[in-house]
């Protein structure tokens, strides 16, 4: 269902779908708004990861950062749209109080989820589809450090990732160089000849979380 929820910079637009009694409340952060055709909510890796997520018994709440769609404000670099996430935790913890709280994204969208996650105390389980651990606008631009994630690497909480084998933006070989310093506990689904956007292959993303989660308790 469409819902509204209150953000730091005003209104956020949000759909919400699962149980009643979820297993898990999960709020999921969608791409980078200005790059790669625009991220949103509608992406169609989002969109599939939290099918997968409600096959295995999520409440998720994937939304519009500022100033995408419906939601209120303008983009800021990933400063306020960590206080957008923290506004959708808020929501979800207090709509399913007795479920664990997860963090989920898909590229600039799991650097917000990851880092904010990993500092809350609330989120017991972190998770990133294809993070963005070195930046690059293109696949011929050479990559190179955009985003801090001093929270992540330092956070003990699990952490499970899907990457696409063949990513032209953010890199298999960055992705495993940042998963050998992340602590434990963690697990890694690669998705064979599956670029950045999983063009083609976006049920494979819901598919790789039922992998993984299915059975995580």
Request: glycine content about 24%; cysteine-free; proline content about 7%.
């Given at each position: 269902m469409h819902i509204d929820f209150k953000g730091p910079a005003g209104r956020l637009e949000g759909l919400l779908e699962g149980p009643r009694h979820p297993r898990a409340a999960v709020v999921f952060a969608h791409p980078h708004p200005l790059l790669g055709g625009g991220g949103t909510m509608l992406t169609k890796a989002v969109y599939q990861a939290s099918k997968g997520l409600n096959r295995i018994g999520c409440a998720v709440l994937r939304f519009n950062f500022r100033g995408v769609g419906r939601s209120e404000?303008?983009?800021?670099?990933?400063?306020?749209?960590?206080?957008?996430f923290t506004a959708a935790l808020d929501y979800m913890a207090a709509k399913y109080e007795s479920a664990p709280l997860?963090?989920?994204?898909?590229?600039?969208?799991s650097w917000i989820a990851l880092e904010t996650g990993a500092a809350d105390p609330r989120v017991s389980l972190l998770i990133g589809i294809?993070?963005?651990?070195?930046f690059r606008r293109n696949a011929e631009e050479t990559p190179r450090e955009g985003y801090t994630w001093t929270n992540t690497l330092a956070c003990e909480k699990p952490k499970f990732f899907v990457q696409g084998e063949s990513d032209e933006l953010c890199a298999i070989q960055d992705m495993w160089a940042y998963y050998a310093k992340l602590k434990e506990p963690k697990e890694l689904v690669v998705i064979d000849a599956a670029n950045h956007l999983f063009d083609g292959q976006t049920p494979e993303v819901g598919e790789a979380l039922e992998e993984l989660?299915?059975?995580?308790?």
């Open positions: 404000g303008t983009f800021d670099e990933g400063l306020g749209e960590r206080g957008d997860w963090a989920a994204g898909f590229s600039f969208g294809a993070p963005p651990w070195t989660l299915g059975d995580y308790e």
